[in-house]
């Protein structure tokens, strides 16, 4: 098993519980690990016996800015379950959403949510 990563993809969206979030916007990072056999792919240097991050990628741009929700929670758990709905070969997928500056009444240089979904 491996794991292959994409860290701190930055991307700007509307989500969060107050109606001015929705309408402003904020900054929003996304980490992703994904856990695969890609022993083939190494070996043979093949991309089509491993996940394609920038399909993976792809994805999390579309749930995150074609999309307004409340919860941070609710976008790491859509991107994992979609990463295992398109990509057969990953096995685990863990997500992790960052919010800059959040609207806790403080300085806060960002909250996170982060969520693991496993293949049965």
Do not use: W
């Not at 991307?11 to 900054?27: L, N, P, S």
């Not at 749930?63 to 929670?73: C, P, S």
């Amino acid at each position: 098993m491996g794991t292959v990563r994409l860290r701190n993809a930055v991307f700007y969206a509307h989500h969060g519980v107050m109606q001015e979030e929705h309408r402003i916007g904020g900054r929003y990072e996304v980490d992703v690990s994904l856990d695969l056999d890609f022993e083939a792919a190494a070996r043979e240097d093949d991309l089509t016996k491993t996940v394609d991050y920038e399909k993976v990628y792809a994805e999390i741009r579309h749930i995150i800015t074609m999309n307004k929700y409340f919860l941070i929670e609710r976008l790491s758990y859509l991107i994992a379950h979609r990463i295992l709905d398109q990509a057969p070969i990953v096995q685990s997928a863990e997500v992790i959403i960052r919010k800059a500056n959040p609207p806790v009444g403080g300085p806060c240089d960002c909250a996170e949510a982060c969520y693991r979904a496993v293949r049965a």
